[in-house]
């Protein structure tokens, strides 16, 4: 029983570059949530999947998009990265959408140059 | 507009002495509170809550405070331990509106380092 795991652990992107992120979780979750992190910021919402099939914007969407591909898996891809997307990237998945209590991922530290 | 705030940037505490962490929040919506410890290079990991309709919540050395009237709350560690040396981050809930999903705030976190 992993949790929730996350690759890569760490990316290095130039300016304009494209990644994915990916996101997978092994507690038969409904819910999934994509998460940054930035110094003095605490955690800010990106993006969230209530459930499967459903996605929603959280507080910072601009310049990601999400996929929820299945019940397990939610990756968070930046199209054009750009250098105020370096942060670190933390997944999260709960039971359902009103359980409060979310369980984390490792994160993934990225850096656009 | 920070709905939830942890102003102190870094607690330093004695073994055994008690870590004492604080928060305030804004949006008197909120009706759950969370504290999760996070270790360095690991994802948060969730500690402790408390619900809106008790003041106190506990569990082994971590007891959750919430004053409601002054929108704070506070997380007691006691005794501490070097292991609770870590960054704390205290988030909230609301459910106004039947928002149906758990849309966490976090605050910006606290340094504790327990001293030996």
């Known amino acids: 029983n992993a949790g929730v795991t996350q690759t890569p652990k760490f990316q290095v992107l130039k300016t304009g570059q494209s990644m994915t992120l990916q996101c997978a979780q092994d507690?038969?979750?409904?819910?999934m949530y994509w998460y940054r992190q930035d110094p003095g910021m605490g955690l800010r919402l990106i993006y969230y999947?209530?459930?499967?099939?459903?996605?929603d914007k959280g507080e910072v969407p601009n310049g990601y998009n999400v996929s929820r591909l299945n019940k397990r898996e939610f990756s968070l891809r930046l199209e054009s990265a750009a250098p105020s997307q370096t942060s670190v990237y933390f997944c999260?998945?709960?039971?359902?959408?009103?359980?409060?209590?979310?369980?984390f991922g490792p994160g993934t530290r990225l850096l656009v140059l | 507009d920070q709905q939830v705030k942890q102003n102190s940037p870094s607690l330093s505490v004695q073994e055994g002495r008690i870590s004492i962490l604080n928060c305030d929040y804004t949006n008197s919506m909120f009706d759950y509170f969370l504290w999760y410890k996070k270790y360095p290079a690991e994802g948060p990991t969730f500690l402790i809550s408390?619900?809106?309709?008790?003041d106190k919540n506990e569990d082994g050395r971590f007891t959750v405070f919430l004053n409601k009237s002054a929108k704070h709350l506070s997380l007691h560690i006691v005794p501490s331990q070097p292991g609770d040396s870590a960054v704390y981050f205290c988030?909230?809930?609301?459910?106004?509106?039947?928002?149906?999903?758990?849309?966490?705030?976090f605050g910006q976190g606290t340094i504790l380092t327990v001293h030996p």
């Open positions: 988030a909230a809930s609301s459910n106004a509106g039947g928002t149906s999903y758990g849309k966490l705030t």
């Open positions: 999260a998945s709960s039971e359902e959408a009103r359980s409060k209590t979310q369980y």
């Open positions: 507690m038969n979750h409904n819910s």
């Open positions: 999947s209530a459930s499967e099939g459903t996605t």
């Open positions: 408390i619900s809106s309709i008790k």
